[in-house]
């Protein structure tokens, strides 16, 4: 594997600068806190996306919807400053400005009982401010086509399948164009199949759009984000390439015939070795290249078992 | 994105044209991914080729083809409009307003249904109660403090309908799309004031019909709508800084105290729709219509609320 330069993880608690993932920023927040009673969502998040496809990775719980919600316009933080697209969400003009501009899709997807597909995606177009009928209905092909939705456009959306209720909502945030998509877990309860078109559709988006999405699937990262996030309990713990994100783990994890009882993460492949994220603290393993996942579990680990925060702070190499 | 860098693919024809574009690269113009000199190069080329200008033609026909069949299976896969709006549309209103007010999450059948429903008890207890004749106070508009005692749960009821219908219409939980909407640039003011007005409408009009029927005098429904709008326009002026769902509960309870303590001070509720009550109802009226004007940039569903 190619070694990056510069990796650039972890955030600096609370100093107020705001991480680059590299100019020019599409979506720039500083010092985003947010509360849900006692539970801290966000805590002041500092961060400056740019265009392109930027994956958002967590576990549950660690602020991803919140964040995403804000920069939706459909939340608002109870402290910090927030610009999409150089618009300000604070000021009612201009928070209509970045939702001419958005397409949302929210985690769960809400729609009216007796909704069909087309009629729904008729009804969001109308919501778009895409009045004219005759425009409307050509958009809506057009959305349906690109999600290949074209089949199941007069079924019941409460008829179909989980994976095919996730393309209906990528569709509704396809409509007009938009020149931000912000997608929550696009790919939850898709197929590997799906998924991959999925991939394909964010790679041949018209006008290509800046997208933040987040996601469970580290792979889909890997596969079509140019920049990855990585949130723990409210904090950005990591920003860079996927491939910084990999090296991350570089020297962390091996790969030995039996398992190392000392080790913080290990699995056993498909090949029947045991794969270990951490320290080779018994000398016997063999290093190897780690992926964008060693990578995101070295961060993330023990968060993702249960571990507390503070006992998994990233290895000396490459974190900082 | 396509790359601008890519050759041409060659096809070597019989025309007298050094190259002719293969059919991929003029439906690649035809959709418009093609940009740059390959674009440029492609139209400079064009005039001087039968050939590919006939393969441009055909595609066309055929792109547009597609686009319509789309365009027709979509409007086929629509559900035509039900009845409230095709009656919108046929009074003029545009097909996407109709759209818009249908969709009200407080004008569902089964809102309509409870509104009915609560304005034939209150006329119906209206109608089994005889006039109490201990009763002693002030008559409004001739109407005795008795007369106003049986009509009581109906006065009191008619300007509160429109506020839980305000509070439904925004509110999160009866919304499946609130989200959606939210995140939708139509849902600022445009969208609160198609919702409250269609939410005023089919509970006013039932209301005022329903006062038609009680057994008091026949101008009864005039002396309500004063009261009921003013309330109404209230809950929407604090819906500027309230939630909605708050700013009706809030406006709701402030009518009930009103009344009660009115008919309480004076000996008959009825003194809420006589002279003074019409004043200060106008006064309310006026004073939130002016804060509605002035801030209805606040008006909005969702973000700060």
Redesign the interface.
Same mark, same amino acid.
């Given at each position: 594997m190619k070694r990056p330069s510069a990796p650039r993880p972890l955030a600096d608690k609370g100093d107020g600068t705001a991480h680059d993932v590299g100019p020019p920023c599409v979506v720039r927040v500083a010092g985003l806190s947010r509360r849900y009673g006692a539970t801290v969502a966000l805590d002041r998040v500092d961060l400056c996306l740019s265009p392109g496809v930027t994956g958002l990775l967590g576990p549950n719980g660690a602020g991803k919807t919140t964040l995403l919600?804000i920069l @939706?316009?459909?939340?608002?933080p109870d402290a910090g400053h927030c610009s999409v697209l150089g618009f300000d969400?604070e000021h009612?003009?201009e928070?209509?400005e970045i939702?001419?501009r =958005?397409g949302?899709l929210?985690q769960e997807? &809400?729609?009216?009982?007796h909704f %069909? #597909? @087309?009629?729904f995606l008729?009804?969001?177009a109308?919501? %778009?401010?895409i009045?004219d009928?005759?425009q409307?209905?050509?958009e #809506?092909?057009?959305v =349906?086509?690109l999600a290949d939705l074209?089949a199941v @456009? &007069?079924k019941r959306i409460r008829s179909l399948s989980g994976g095919t209720r996730r393309r209906v909502g990528i569709a509704?945030a396809l409509l007009g164009q938009p020149e931000l998509l #912000?997608l929550d877990e696009p790919t939850a309860g898709l197929d590997p199949e799906l998924r991959l078109r999925f991939r394909e559709l964010l790679s041949s988006l018209?006008g290509?759009p800046a997208v933040v999405l987040s996601t469970h699937q580290v792979d889909d990262v890997a596969a079509v984000c140019q920049h990855v996030v990585v949130l723990l309990a409210g904090q950005v713990r990591f920003t860079g390439s996927p491939t910084e994100l990999a090296f991350l783990a570089e020297g962390r994890v091996w790969v030995a015939d039996e398992r190392d009882p000392a080790a913080e993460l290990a699995w056993r492949g498909a090949d029947g070795r045991w794969r270990h994220i951490g320290e080779n603290r018994s000398g016997r393993m063999e290093p190897v290249a780690p992926t964008v996942e060693d990578g995101y579990l070295c961060l993330a680990g023990r968060n993702a078992v249960g571990g507390d925060d503070g006992a998994h702070e990233p290895g000396s190499r490459g974190a900082r | 994105m396509t790359k601008e860098s890519e050759a041409p693919r060659v096809d070597k024809g019989s025309s007298t044209a050094t190259w002719h574009a293969d059919e991929q690269l003029l439906a690649r113009y035809v959709q418009g991914d093609l940009h740059g000199a390959l674009a440029r190069s492609l139209e400079a080329h064009l005039p001087d080729c039968p050939q590919c200008r006939n393969g441009l033609a055909g595609l066309l026909n055929a792109a547009r083809l597609a686009h319509n069949r789309r365009v027709v299976l979509t409007s086929a896969s629509l559900p035509p409009p039900g009845w409230p709006e095709r009656m919108l549309s046929a009074v003029g209103l545009p097909d996407h307003l109709a759209r818009l007010l249908v969709l009200t999450p407080s004008l569902r059948r089964s809102w309509l249904l409870a509104t009915v429903l609560v304005l034939g008890v209150a006329v119906g207890t209206a109608q089994v109660l005889s006039p109490l004749s201990g009763v002693r106070g002030a008559a409004v508009f001739g109407l005795t403090a008795g007369s106003a005692m049986r009509l009581l749960p109906f006065l009191v009821v008619v300007p509160l309908l429109p506020l839980a219908g305000v509070a439904a219409a925004f509110s999160r939980r009866l919304d499946p799309m609130h989200d959606l909407a939210v995140a939708a640039p139509m849902s600022g003011v445009r969208l609160f004031f198609l919702r409250a007005g269609a939410v005023l409408v089919t509970s006013l009009v039932p209301a005022l019909f329903a006062a038609l029927l009680l057994p008091g005098p026949s101008w009864l429904p005039a002396v309500l709508l004063l009261p009921t709008s003013a309330v109404s326009v209230m809950t929407l002026a604090a819906s500027t800084a309230l939630d909605p769902a708050v700013a009706a509960v809030g406006a709701g309870a402030c009518w009930l105290a009103l009344v009660c303590g009115l008919g309480v001070a004076l000996g008959s509720p009825a003194v809420a729709f006589g002279y003074l009550g019409q004043i200060v109802a106008g006064i309310i009226l006026v004073v939130g219509a002016g804060v509605l004007v002035a801030r209805r940039g606040q008006l909005e569903l969702g973000w700060a609320r």
């Open positions: 919600s @939706a316009t459909v939340a608002s969400p009612t003009a928070r209509v939702r001419r =958005l949302f929210p997807l &809400g729609y009216h009982r %069909k #597909v @087309a009629e008729d009804y969001m109308i919501l %778009k401010e009045l009928r005759g409307r209905r050509a #809506v092909a057009r =349906l086509a074209e @456009a &007069g509704q #912000v018209p290509s | -």
